[in-house]
């Protein structure tokens, strides 16, 4: 596991009601290197915010998760997944809707401080120093007074950062977010990518950050994965892969990107919608909606296959998308 | 009802089959099994008050001074009571009081209800206005309390207390059925509707009852144990069905004295009234699982 | 706008309420057949009795002034004199609210120590077989007349035990409580089913919220979750319902009260209306809408020290 934080093989996501059994996600397997941020991009339904609910072990009651998972948070020997195992323990997660996302019973303050009592075992004042201390780093002016105020009383940047300062609390080592922008203006989207930014660096965290938004992506990521219809389809370094696509969704995706509007989740660049997660189509999912679609494209095996240079494609006619780019 | 299809697990994973509708082909074979055990108890209950004359073993107004708070016997199944009648016949009999009055004192508000309701959700305004704020005032007052001053103005009886039940319970399916108008009218087939030049009154009947028949039908279940429970406490209390007419609260009452020597007196009458209720309870349980996905 | 600037808004708002329940009563009680001076001087007293009542009583003016005359004596805490005992309605009233007040206070206390554990069991082991046991529970619960449940904890457990009285309300302090236990138990009985319904579907609301993946993913989890998290949000929508429920319960202390003969304002209020005794009859109503209506208010009140966010709604 050198070098990587965490290593995530054929993980499965689904559902089962009614005697019936959907799989929104459906064998994702992807690494994450220490200090990189790794992008996941795909429309609403692709399975990307389930994907990395269950690497923090919050899927809802009625999810079963399967596959590898491993992780080396610490300098120790990596562990093996378990539902509750990693609560707290190296990973934090920040949600896309601040509001909702923190108690509103609670004071900022008090939340931020739960943390610290539970891993630390901080007392009372000690934690919420440590509170204040962390309300300061993630750039909220005057923390001491802000600190002793309920959510609802703060904007909504000032609340995404009360989520980061709570996702700070337990030191982590690797940072989930959940299109922790897509519920703000664009003016505060871009200072909290840039606090993000910042943090990963001066703490030498790892980020996975989801986001339908490859914008959003681009300014933060090292590195890109493409997901639809519940697989990852294209994987690569993001300025390779926004120069040279090597999957006809990747490319979809990108002409689609003009619209800044943060709230259009549909993507208006690609005709039909995303498939049923209970009716998935055979061969490639994305073939129905494809432009460059060949015979072959619903029976043959869609495997991820890696190239040399670092790249991934689970596209069997990459050739056709590079041949009309040059 | 009808819910667009989920492409975002994400967000509802739990959504797989939407509500279904009373008038969707089909609908009666797909209920919970509840339903069907619930309706079983309920139709027997019917059935021996439809036929209590034919089942009961002697008069259950006929007074035997001699033969007073006699133990079960063969001839007196469950014995007799304080003026020597027979409690079995008694317990048939009641059935023919409360049941029909429980019924109708849930079927009743839920008409009246429903009417009001669909009127104020449809022509607003001042009807809306009007019917609402009545049921402001009526939802002011501890719901039982004001059933025991109208039937203190009314006089005791079973006219009395059908109509203080109605008085009390019309306003939640008005409340109901409203808020489901006002939401089915905004959908597109009743502007085609209207432009196709159906009167009012007639969109009403065909687009918009259909819709909201379903909510009435999940509560209504329920609204019977609530008359049939509220009955039988108001005789219970001496202030419902007057005697000497078998019921069953009033039995429980009559019973209370003897508790050490005859306990089934008061006993058995309320296991008759929970059977009802429990069948009754789980028709509602049933139908608003269906209905209500 | 704070705290303090809720409370008092909510105050002026039940002042228009309390007008129409007046009214109301005053109302429906004038439209009841018989003749007031008639039951005052009975049967067999003459004409010329009969008109000196109704000129004291006032039973001549117009129905307007009667009404005004009514809310003035209302106002001074006047209710009248009842029919059969002479005495003045509010002393009748004074001498019985104390042990409806016991009674309310310890069935209350009842319900939340039944429904809380179980409704936040139901929620947290939903669609297990203890959620089922207590829903079977519940339905079960709300399938029994309160007056029977009475019934029945009177043979099963005070007449085998002899540890409760059969009926009364005791005169000491140890035997007040022995007496109110089961009439409380009672009205729990009948309530709490709606309570655990409601806490429970509050309870697994919050628990799929967001919130609570956040606490859960800094590694908050079990007792500290629940008490820090969960409950607090779930409980405004229970004390909502619970002032809701409270006109039925006050119904129940009216049954629970004759079962058990307890000498309360329920029981006064049956005895009352079996004796048609109509000035006793709206005393009583009045007391129980007024308690009702301060009954919502405390919950709003409750409701909003609960939930921070209600301050700047209000």
Not at chain 1, 118 to 137: I, P, Q, S, Y
Not at chain 1, 149 to 154: G, R, S
Not at chain 3, 56 to 72: A, C, F, I, N
């Amino acid at each position: 596991m050198s070098g990587n934080i965490l290593e995530v093989k054929d993980l499965e996501v689904s559902f089962t009601a009614h005697g019936r059994t959907v799989t929104p996600v459906d064998g994702v397997s992807l690494t994450v290197r220490r200090g990189e941020a790794l992008g996941i991009a795909g429309e609403s339904g692709s399975g990307k915010s389930l994907a990395l609910k269950s690497i923090i072990g919050l899927l809802p009651p009625n999810a079963a998760a399967r596959g590898d998972l491993r992780y080396a948070l610490d300098e120790k020997e990596p562990i093996p997944y378990s539902p509750t195992g990693v609560h707290g323990h190296g990973i934090s997660i920040i949600f896309q809707e601040p509001m909702t996302a923190l108690n509103p019973t609670m004071r900022v303050g008090d939340l931020i401080a739960e943390g610290p009592r539970m891993h630390h075992g901080l007392d009372k004042n000690a934690a919420r120093t440590k509170a204040v201390e962390l309300m300061r780093r993630v750039g909220i002016p005057t923390p001491e007074r802000r600190a002793k105020m309920w959510p609802h009383q703060l904007s909504g940047g000032l609340r995404q950062r009360v989520m980061i300062a709570t996702a700070l609390s337990t030191e982590p080592r690797l940072l989930l977010c959940d299109e922790p922008t897509t519920a703000l203006d664009v003016s505060i989207q871009d200072q909290i990518l840039g606090l993000l930014q910042e943090l990963r660096t001066s703490l030498g965290m790892s980020i996975i950050f989801v986001s339908h938004d490859l914008a959003v992506l681009g300014e933060l990521c090292d590195r890109l994965a493409i997901m639809y219809a519940g697989r990852i389809v294209e994987t690569g370094p993001t300025d390779q892969v926004f120069a040279n696509p090597r999957h006809p969704y990747t490319e979809a995706l990108m002409t689609s990107v003009p619209s800044f509007d943060a709230s259009a989740e549909q993507l208006q660049g690609i005709a039909g919608r995303p498939p049923d997660p209970r009716n998935f189509p055979p061969g490639c999912r994305f073939a129905p909606r494809c432009g460059y679609v060949q015979g072959d494209c619903s029976s043959a095996v869609h495997e991820l296959r890696t190239s040399g240079d670092g790249r991934a494609t689970a596209c069997i006619h990459p050739e056709l998308i590079e041949g009309v780019k040059e | 009802m009808t819910l667009p299809p989920t492409s975002s697990l994400d967000a509802v994973p739990e959504v797989i089959e939407p509500g279904a509708a009373l008038t969707e082909p089909g609908i009666w074979k797909k209920m919970p099994k509840k339903v069907y055990v619930g309706a079983g108890i309920v139709a027997l209950y019917i059935l021996i008050a439809i036929f209590a004359p034919l089942l009961a073993p002697l008069d259950p107004l006929e007074i035997n001074p001699v033969n007073k708070l006699a133990s079960p016997s063969a001839e007196h199944w469950l014995g007799t009571d304080e003026l020597g009648r027979d409690v079995f016949s008694r317990l048939l009999y009641a059935a023919r009081v409360d049941i029909p009055i429980g019924f109708l004192g849930a079927l009743l508000p839920a008409i009246v209800g429903t009417i009001l309701g669909a009127l104020a959700g449809f022509f607003g305004r001042w009807v809306d206005t009007a019917i609402m704020r009545t049921a402001d005032v009526v939802q002011a007052f501890p719901a039982y309390i004001l059933v025991i001053v109208l039937v203190f103005a009314l006089g005791q009886g079973a006219g009395s207390i059908i109509i203080a039940f109605t008085v009390l319970a019309w306003v939640i399916y008005a409340r109901i059925i409203r808020s489901e108008v006002l939401r089915v009218k905004d959908l597109d087939y009743i502007h085609a509707a209207r432009v196709a030049g159906l009167s009012r009154l007639r969109i009403l009947r065909v687009h918009v009852f259909p819709n909201v028949i379903n909510q009435t039908l999940v509560y209504l279940p329920n609204d019977i144990v609530f008359a049939t429970l509220g009955l039988a406490a108001f005789s219970f209390l001496g202030l419902g069905i007057p005697p000497p007419t078998a019921e069953w609260g009033a039995m429980i009452a009559d019973g209370q004295p003897f508790i050490r020597t005859n306990w089934w007196l008061a006993t058995v009458p309320g296991l008759v009234i929970v059977g009802l209720g429990l069948g009754l309870s789980l028709v509602g349980e049933g139908l608003e699982e269906r209905l209500r996905a | 706008m704070g705290r303090f600037g809720f409370v008092v808004k909510r105050l002026l708002q039940t002042i228009p309420m309390l007008f129409g329940i007046v009214l109301v009563v005053f109302l429906v009680l004038q439209i009841t057949p018989g003749d007031p001076a008639r039951q005052i001087v009975g049967l067999r007293a003459s004409e010329a009795e009969l008109e000196e009542v109704r000129e004291e009583l006032g039973l001549d003016d117009p129905v307007l002034v009667q009404y005004v005359r009514y809310v003035g004596n209302v106002l001074q805490g006047d209710l009248g004199y009842s029919y059969k005992s002479r005495k003045p309605v509010a002393e009748i009233i004074g001498e019985r609210i104390g042990v409806t007040v016991w009674l309310m206070t310890a069935g209350l206390l009842m319900i939340i120590l039944i429904s809380v554990p179980l409704g936040v069991i139901g929620a947290l082991r939903k669609d297990r077989p203890v959620d089922h046991a207590i829903r079977g529970f519940g339905l079960l619960g709300l399938s029994m007349p309160s007056f029977w449940t009475g019934v029945i904890l009177l043979l099963l457990v005070a007449i085998p035990t002899g540890w409760f009285p059969a009926g009364g309300f005791g005169e000491t302090f140890p035997d007040k409580v022995r007496s109110i236990f089961l009439p409380a138990l009672t009205l729990a009985i009948a309530s709490s089913p709606f309570i655990i319904r409601g806490l429970r579907a509050s309870i697994i609301s919050v628990m799929e919220s967001d919130y609570i993946s956040t606490a859960r993913s800094i590694g908050v989890a079990g007792g500290r979750l629940v008490r820090r998290f969960v409950l607090r949000n779930s409980a405004g929508p229970a004390v909502t319902l619970l002032a809701i429920e409270m006109g039925y319960l006050l119904f129940g202390a009216v049954v629970i009260e004759t079962t058990f003969a307890l000498p309360g304002l329920g029981q006064g209020l049956v005895l009352a209306a079996r004796g048609r005794d109509l000035p006793s009859v709206q005393g009583y109503t009045l007391l129980f809408a007024l308690a009702v209506v301060v009954v919502y208010l405390v919950s709003d009140i409750i409701t909003a020290i609960l939930d921070p966010r209600v301050e700047i709604e209000a």
